[in-house]
């Protein structure tokens, strides 16, 4: 299923750039709401591949497919504020206030999803989170991960309220969406590499070291490095042609 949602996905998105770029609102607007429903088909299709498997107590839980939507969507909004620091000056600059309340309402309910997970865990309705207090209790790696998790969205909160308040510069905009966006990531490395020292059959952690090649880091460095050069080359080709052919046709026909 995913070699179908994923395609469809990339399809989907470039098409609402393209009809964007193009002036297409129309066209705009019906990709969009099939861009929500293919990001939800994914959702469901990842969170319930992962969690459906008995076996691992710790992602066993409907509550993994909400995390994965509200860290996406924090991460979202990160994505926002660093691409609109990146994008040329033709551009009219980002409306704060928008971007600031959608990134207050994900880390709030990404919040009530965690306590909502523990308050579920302490009634004894979901296993997975006494297994994931014990790990926090007896492992200082899982314990070192809280905390940061922790300290991520404590700061996080913090910057979107100081930046609520007043303006705020540029520089103090790419930290915040690089918090954003490292939270997103985080939890993501927790749930499919993490879970490699998970015991299976024994006690104890298995150990993990991640290898230094193409299948490790290096591929982790190279996948920021093909990021950082489609952006670049998408930010430099809107600098050069900031509205399509199409648009300023309409708007010298308009004028005329």
């Known amino acids: 299923m995913g070699a179908l949602l994923l395609p469809l996905f990339t399809l989907l998105a470039v098409t609402f750039g393209l009809a964007w770029w193009l002036g297409l609102r129309r066209l705009q607007r019906a990709t969009g709401i099939l861009l929500v429903l293919s990001a939800a088909s994914i959702l469901v299709y990842t969170g319930a591949e992962v969690m459906t498997l008995r076996a691992r107590v710790l992602w066993h839980t409907y509550m ?3 995390n994965l939507a509200l860290t996406a969507l924090l991460g979202t909004v990160g994505g926002i504020i660093l691409i609109s620091r990146l994008l040329p000056p033709a551009f ?4 704060r206030r928008p971007v600031i309340t959608l990134g207050l309402a994900a880390a709030t309910t990404l919040a009530c999803a965690v306590l909502s997970w523990a308050l579920l865990g302490q ?4 296993a997975s989170f006494p297994f994931a207090a014990s790990l926090f209790a007896s492992y200082p790696a899982w314990a070192n991960g809280l905390v940061a998790s922790l300290v991520t969205w404590a700061v996080i909160a913090a ?5 609520r308040v007043r303006h705020r510069g540029a520089v103090f905009q790419i930290v915040l969406a690089i918090a954003m966006l490292a939270s997103a990531w985080m939890f993501r490395w927790i749930v499919f590499m993490s879970v490699q020292s998970v015991p299976k059959y024994g006690a104890g952690l298995y150990l993990y ?4 090649g193409s299948d490790g880091l290096l591929g982790i460095v190279g996948v920021f490095g093909l990021c950082a050069a489609l952006i670049a080359i998408l930010t430099f080709a809107l600098s050069l042609y900031p509205q399509s052919p199409f648009r300023l046709l309409g708007r010298m026909q308009a004028a005329n």
């Open 123 to 126: 009634l004894g309705a979901d």
């Open 159 to 163: 910057m979107l309220n100081l930046w």
């Open 64 to 66: 993994l497919p909400v």
């Open 92 to 95: 009219a600059p980002m409306p």
């Open 209 to 212: 070291s991640m290898p230094l």
